[in-house]
């Protein structure tokens, strides 16, 4: 049988690549007060590390997506650095003639490199604004990454990105 180019046209790829680069944030314990070396207030909220994502996947009219994507995440806090590999679920409903709402969430695993042999679960979930013509676009996130360090509670973070989508 043979396809004819026409059938599957270049613009209507059903698969998509995906770059994000984010800053996980932290509260700043000083936030308000006057630093005593600056004579600046300090800000709310404080860098905490690096992270840098790639994913491939599959989708529909850019509208619902499913892919596979890996990473790496640096806490600097913690002294973490963590290599999250999870599927995901996106879903990007055009809200104007060249703007979309994008939220996508993630399941999968994250294994620390840093040493410490800690591995567990990794969630995630992210809402953003998109620009449907050059793909760049900008984002929350929360994740977890299911294994403690040294408290109790599971190590997690909170941060502002940007990513860039090729449909």
């Known amino acids: 049988m043979e396809v004819r180019p026409e059938l599957f046209p270049?613009?209507?790829k059903p698969f998509y690549?995906?770059?994000e680069l984010s800053a996980p944030l932290r509260a700043n314990q000083y936030a308000g007060e006057v630093n005593p070396y600056t004579g600046e207030n300090e800000p709310w909220f404080l860098l905490d590390g690096l992270s840098a994502r790639a994913g491939i996947g599959t989708h529909y009219d850019k509208w619902i997506?499913?892919?596979m994507n890996i990473g790496i995440d640096w806490k600097a806090n913690k002294g973490?650095?963590?290599?999250?590999?999870?599927?995901?679920l996106r879903l990007s409903p055009r809200v104007g003639e060249d703007t979309r709402i994008t939220t996508e969430?993630?399941?999968?695993?994250s294994l620390s490199l840093t040493g410490?042999?800690?591995s567990g679960y990794f969630k995630k979930m992210s809402l953003g604004i998109e620009d449907n013509e050059s793909g760049i676009?900008?984002?929350i996130e929360l994740c977890q990454y299911g294994f403690s360090k040294v408290t109790p509670e599971r190590i997690g973070s909170f941060s502002?990105?940007?990513n860039y989508i090729m449909f």
């Open 10 to 12: 270049e613009d209507d």
């Open 17 to 19: 690549k995906k770059f």
């Open 65 to 67: 997506g499913v892919g």
């Open 80 to 88: 973490l650095v963590v290599a999250p590999v999870f599927g995901s």
């Open 105 to 109: 969430i993630g399941y999968g695993r």
């Open 116 to 118: 410490d042999k800690l």
């Open 137 to 139: 676009g900008l984002y």
């Open 160 to 162: 502002i990105g940007l």
